[in-house]
């Protein structure tokens, strides 16, 4: 009777273990992603909770709930964007360029610059002075949103 040496069965146990690592990764790497996208969708519906005050269709209490909700999604970014999240690992399901890990301390400064942001809106809606919250929310769309975006977002499908 042969027997099976037991590095031979420890390699090729190894191997498959690998195989399915691998699939959890991919997939760990996909949730990632599904869950950073609805983070930001969620930061959008927020920042329009805002504009809906300014305009003068909600009141100041939803105001300063959805800035307070932007406030708390906005200091979670930088942990969304671990490595080997980029376009060039998932190809057609992000839009998050490599430069956001080759600047990371331009991207950290980028996320650090929305936070303080979002902060402003949150305490010029507390206010009540809804011109304050006007031009803070404009000032946090440029200056944190579309700066971010601008630098380190591609729309998914389109070439770097």
């Avoid at 690998?18 to 699939?23: E, Q, S, W």
């Avoid at 930001?40 to 300063?64: C, H, P, S």
Wanted: charge should be positive; aromatic fraction near 4%.
């Amino acid at each position: 009777m042969n027997r099976v040496p037991a590095r031979a069965i420890a390699a090729a146990l190894l191997v498959v273990l690998g195989c399915f690592a691998t699939g959890a990764l991919a997939q760990d790497k996909k949730a990632i992603v599904q869950e950073r996208r609805a983070a930001m969708k969620a930061q959008g519906e927020a920042m329009g909770g805002v504009k809906r005050y300014v305009d003068g269709e909600a009141d100041q209490n939803a105001a300063a709930r959805s800035a307070g909700e932007l406030v708390r999604l906005t200091r979670a970014d930088p942990g969304r964007f671990p490595p080997g999240t980029s376009t060039l690992d998932l190809p057609g399901e992000t839009g998050a360029k490599p430069l956001i890990w080759g600047e990371w301390g331009k991207f950290l400064a980028a996320a650090n610059t929305m936070i303080d942001q979002a902060v402003k809106l949150e305490l010029a809606v507390k206010s009540g002075d809804k011109a304050a919250a006007s031009e803070q929310l404009m000032r946090t769309g440029e200056t944190g949103c579309i700066f971010c975006h601008r630098l380190y977002r591609q729309r998914v499908g389109l070439p770097l």
